[in-house]
């Protein structure tokens, strides 16, 4: 089945160590999002790819980076995660503007 | 920015019976939709509405759109449990991303 697929599930970093969040997709879509979801609040978008054109959010930290090697994949980089970046974090997918496919998510925990 | 906010906040109905959840948005958009969210897992596209429309029908669900009040509203019929989930409507703008509103907590009890 065609799907948008996160790994890891579940992640655990330390105070300062970067880690890297990944996200694949078989629905051929060409734009690519990542959210951040703190609990019991709406997903906040990151950044999203439209094709090759990268847009970022006016209010994202520089310490979040974003890699799309190619139409596929899709990487989340924290550069130096604090103890206010733990929470879920969501990829999705579309074709153009259209409805948006979730990946299950991945849950960060940062110590 | 957020742009869409869900009332109520939390609901909690008996299996059963409707339950609606409306959503008000500030700017004009191209289109609006619904997105469902079981506790810790990704979310679930339910219906879209284009701006043109005014109520779109799926299986239990009925949503309305009202450009000039600028709000929307999705009713769930004959709840079960496992409509126990956040909603969270999500308007498009001409040019932009999706933007999510706070959400409503559906509890639907057996």
């Known amino acids: 089945d065609a799907m948008v697929i996160q790994n890891p599930r579940y992640q655990v970093t330390q105070f300062g160590k970067p880690v890297t969040l990944s996200c694949s997709q078989t629905l051929n879509h060409n734009v690519m999002y990542w959210y951040q979801q703190k609990s019991s609040q709406a997903p906040k978008l990151l950044f999203h790819?439209?094709?090759?054109?990268?847009?970022n959010e006016a209010d994202t930290p520089d310490n979040f980076q974003s890699r799309r090697p190619n139409t596929s994949f899709c990487f989340l980089d924290i550069r130096s995660p604090g103890l206010g970046d733990a929470a879920m974090y969501l990829c999705a997918t579309s074709r153009d503007r259209d409805v948006q496919y979730f990946g299950p998510g991945t849950r960060l925990t940062v110590t | 920015s957020q742009q869409g906010e869900e009332d109520p906040q939390a609901l909690s109905i008996q299996e059963g019976e409707n339950a609606t959840m409306n959503c008000s948005y500030k700017?004009?958009?191209?289109?609006l939709q619904w997105y469902r969210q079981n506790s810790g897992r990704g979310l679930v596209h339910l219906i879209l509405i284009r701006s043109n429309e005014r109520e779109k029908h799926s299986g239990r669900l009925r949503v309305t759109l009202d450009t000039s009040k600028k709000s929307s509203s999705l009713l769930i019929t004959a709840s079960r449990a496992a409509d126990t989930a956040s909603y969270f409507c999500?308007?498009?703008?001409?040019?932009?991303?999706?933007?999510f509103g706070k959400g409503t907590t559906l509890s639907v009890s057996s």
């Open positions: 999500a308007t498009d703008q001409a040019g932009t991303a999706l933007i």
């Open positions: 700017t004009s958009i191209n289109n």
């Open positions: 790819y439209y094709d090759k054109d990268f847009n």
